[in-house]
């Protein structure tokens, strides 16, 4: 388990959010797209900005782009105060796993997939059959990261990561980025006017950043270009099977299986370190919510992302595909969810410990410096719940008596203090 208490960033790809990052997602779990500039400042009128473009320009040409891509990129765009505004004004946003998957797999969505399956049906078995990734979950990261289309952003991306290039807190980051989205202007793909997306550099139906364009996107249509910004979905959905197959996606294998674990588990065996054959994890007593043994689909871990009190997965090597696309476990565990229900699954069965609430930054720093103060070591203070403090927290917790879960709660911080 990377992270118990999920921490989900309010925007995507500033945090590592998006396709080939690794949160949320745009959509209907978090809004919609983010709409026009608050206010734009010429370039001219930003010295800076302006300095920085020609600068920027050297290094461009350095990496292979033209002063005719530049030119047409460039042509017209302004330093953009509100994708700085969203990049400085991010508060730390906390959800509980719970939360996340009430919106990212509520009944809305599950009937929004349902109608996308069914009117691109024959479009999603062609790229079933070429990429050998299942057409649900393919539509499952479309519902996730645009709303099924609805939701794509209207942002120019070439501004917007010129800006955060410039005066952003990750500008070697979105530099690179915009090398890579004049790449794909240069190769002809898309005019600089027509690449759009999220504020902080996702694009189109299934939000890539533009590396992952360069290194996943196909032109499914075979009108030699590869638009994942357009009305139709096809390149951006085959693009997406393409991902995911590269990724390590194992055709007719689960994501994972809720299971339910038996009353004397062992729960150091809980998070991805620990794998063991279905046949194994049923000697232990580990069952499927019907109380059946799990098929064997290959090396398998208990994931148990809100603790003792919530729901327990068995998840196999595609929930590491999924993985690649975003790294957030709540994100990966929606997903799988979500593609489980357009094929018709049940939901989640557990119940979620819905009294308690995620931790922020500054609670988590306090909880791996009482733990530390205690006696059990965190392997730093970072505010972040990483294998250490996960383990910290389980000996804390067999020190007082509580099921060893490693769950970082607020109860146990409550305790500490």
Same mark, same amino acid.
Request: net charge neutral.
């Given at each position: 388990?990377?992270?118990? *208490? !999920?921490?989900?960033?309010?925007?995507?790809?500033?945090?590592? +959010?998006? /396709?080939? =990052? #690794? &949160?949320? %997602?745009?959509?209907?779990?978090?809004?919609?797209?983010?709409?026009?500039?608050?206010?734009?400042?010429?370039?001219?009128? *930003? !010295?800076?900005?302006?300095?920085?473009?020609?600068?920027?320009? +050297?290094? /461009?040409? =350095? #990496? &292979?782009? %033209?002063?005719?891509?530049?030119?047409?990129?460039?042509?017209?765009?302004?330093?953009?105060?509100?994708?700085?505004?969203?990049?400085?004004?991010?508060?730390?946003?906390?959800?509980?796993?719970?939360?996340?998957?009430?919106?990212?797999?509520?009944?809305?969505?599950?009937?929004?997939?349902?109608?996308?399956?069914?009117?691109?049906?024959?479009?999603?078995?062609?790229?079933?059959?070429?990429?050998?990734?299942?057409?649900?979950?393919?539509?499952?990261?479309?519902?996730?990261?645009?709303?099924?289309?609805?939701?794509?952003?209207?942002?120019?991306?070439?501004?917007?990561?010129?800006?955060?290039?410039?005066?952003?807190?990750?500008?070697?980051?979105?530099?690179?980025?915009?090398?890579?989205?004049?790449?794909?202007?240069?190769?002809?793909?898309?005019?600089?006017?027509?690449?759009?997306?999220?504020?902080?550099?996702?694009?189109?139906?299934?939000?890539?950043?533009?590396?992952?364009?360069?290194?996943?996107?196909?032109?499914?249509?075979?009108?030699?270009?590869?638009?994942?910004?357009?009305?139709?979905?096809?390149?951006?959905?085959?693009?997406?099977?393409?991902?995911?197959?590269?990724?390590?996606?194992?055709?007719?294998?689960?994501?994972?299986?809720?299971?339910?674990?038996?009353?004397?588990?062992?729960?150091?065996?809980?998070?991805?370190?620990?794998?063991?054959?279905?046949?194994?994890?049923?000697?232990?007593?580990?069952?499927?919510?019907?109380?059946?043994?799990?098929?064997?689909?290959?090396?398998?871990?208990?994931?148990?992302?809100?603790?003792?009190?919530?729901?327990?997965?068995?998840?196999?090597?595609?929930?590491?595909?999924?993985?690649?696309?975003?790294?957030?476990?709540?994100?990966?565990?929606?997903?799988?969810?979500?593609?489980?229900?357009?094929?018709?699954?049940?939901?989640?069965?557990?119940?979620?410990?819905?009294?308690?609430?995620?931790?922020?930054?500054?609670?988590?720093?306090?909880?791996?410096?009482?733990?530390?103060?205690?006696?059990?070591?965190?392997?730093?203070?970072?505010?972040?719940?990483?294998?250490?403090?996960?383990?910290?927290?389980?000996?804390?917790?067999?020190?007082?008596?509580?099921?060893?879960?490693?769950?970082?709660?607020?109860?146990?911080?409550?305790?500490?203090?």
């Amino acid at each position: 388990m990377k992270i118990t *208490n !999920l921490v989900l960033a309010a925007s995507l790809c500033a945090t590592g +959010a998006c /396709a080939g =990052a #690794s &949160g949320t %997602s745009s959509g209907d779990a978090k809004g919609g797209s983010v709409g026009e500039p608050d206010q734009v400042i010429p370039a001219s009128a *930003n !010295l800076g900005f302006d300095r920085w473009i020609t600068g920027f320009r +050297a290094r /461009a040409m =350095a #990496s &292979g782009i %033209s002063q005719a891509t530049l030119d047409r990129a460039f042509s017209g765009i302004s330093y953009n105060t509100h994708v700085i505004q969203k990049d400085r004004n991010q508060a730390e946003f906390t959800k509980a796993i719970w939360d996340y998957l009430d919106r990212a797999v509520s009944d809305l969505r599950v009937e929004n997939g349902e109608r996308a399956l069914k009117r691109h049906r024959k479009l999603l078995d062609r790229i079933e059959k070429t990429y050998g990734v299942e057409k649900e979950v393919v539509v499952a990261i479309w519902g996730l990261e645009s709303s099924y289309g609805d939701n794509r952003g209207d942002i120019p991306l070439i501004e917007a990561l010129a800006t955060l290039a410039y005066d952003g807190r990750r500008g070697s980051f979105f530099e690179s980025q915009l090398i890579a989205a004049l790449k794909i202007v240069q190769s002809g793909d898309v005019a600089p006017r027509n690449m759009t997306g999220s504020w902080a550099g996702a694009m189109g139906h299934t939000q890539f950043i533009p590396t992952s364009y360069l290194s996943f996107a196909v032109d499914f249509t075979g009108d030699g270009k590869r638009d994942i910004w357009s009305d139709d979905p096809a390149d951006a959905l085959a693009s997406t099977a393409a991902y995911l197959a590269r990724s390590g996606w194992k055709q007719g294998q689960p994501w994972g299986v809720e299971v339910r674990l038996p009353a004397d588990f062992d729960f150091g065996l809980t998070g991805e370190r620990v794998t063991k054959s279905a046949a194994d994890w049923a000697k232990l007593g580990v069952r499927d919510v019907q109380g059946r043994r799990v098929s064997n689909h290959g090396p398998a871990s208990i994931l148990m992302p809100a603790g003792a009190r919530g729901a327990a997965f068995m998840i196999f090597s595609n929930f590491h595909a999924i993985e690649r696309y975003n790294a957030a476990d709540a994100y990966v565990i929606a997903v799988g969810h979500l593609s489980d229900r357009l094929k018709g699954g049940i939901p989640i069965q557990a119940n979620w410990p819905r009294e308690d609430r995620a931790l922020v930054f500054d609670e988590r720093v306090e909880l791996q410096q009482r733990l530390s103060r205690a006696g059990f070591d965190t392997g730093g203070v970072d505010g972040k719940i990483g294998p250490m403090t996960i383990a910290a927290v389980r000996a804390y917790q067999r020190s007082v008596g509580m099921i060893p879960d490693g769950y970082a709660s607020l109860d146990i911080l409550r305790r500490l203090r």
